[in-house]
């Protein structure tokens, strides 16, 4: 009898990917045999974008290289149906503190209404990072801020990268 792999959705803007999406990511893998980390070209909160899509997913490419179990796309549309064509019955999702719960609640209701068999699961980072988030990594950045404890290589120097360019 073949044994179905357990494989997990984990959307999200990732604008950019933090070591607290990292960690979140990584945790996964305890108990999914296959992560899908799914980079939403658009967010239900129509936020405006540092880096574009393919910027996004390039960064989460570079971060996860040497991950085999982990597979980075980007999609567009609905979630529930981006994750029923990846074959993949749960959605991830890190949440960090009360306040994030009340919009990932009402996301995971939705989802759920849209697709019954579809289950979101909630990960707690690690405490150092529960006060991470994307925005005020970009904030900070923006501002010429040190934010190499926050996010990986491949992000740190994209970002050093845009304030330079800026700069000139
Ligand atoms: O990192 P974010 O911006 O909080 O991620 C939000 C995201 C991308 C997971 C959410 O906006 C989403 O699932 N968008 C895809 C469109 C969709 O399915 N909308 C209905 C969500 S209930």
Redesign the pocket.
Known sequence: MSVRPIVAVY????DPVTLGHEDVARRTLCFCDRLIVAV?ES???T?KTMFSVSERLELMKAVFAGQPRITCVSFT????HFAEQAGARFIIRGLRAVSDFEYEFQ?AQ??RELRGDMETLFLAPEVEHSFLSASLVREVASMGGDVSRFVSAPVLDRLRGLSNSRAE
């Open positions: 959307p999200g803007s990732f939403a967010s239900s909160q936020k549309g609905l979630l529930v996301m939705m989802n």
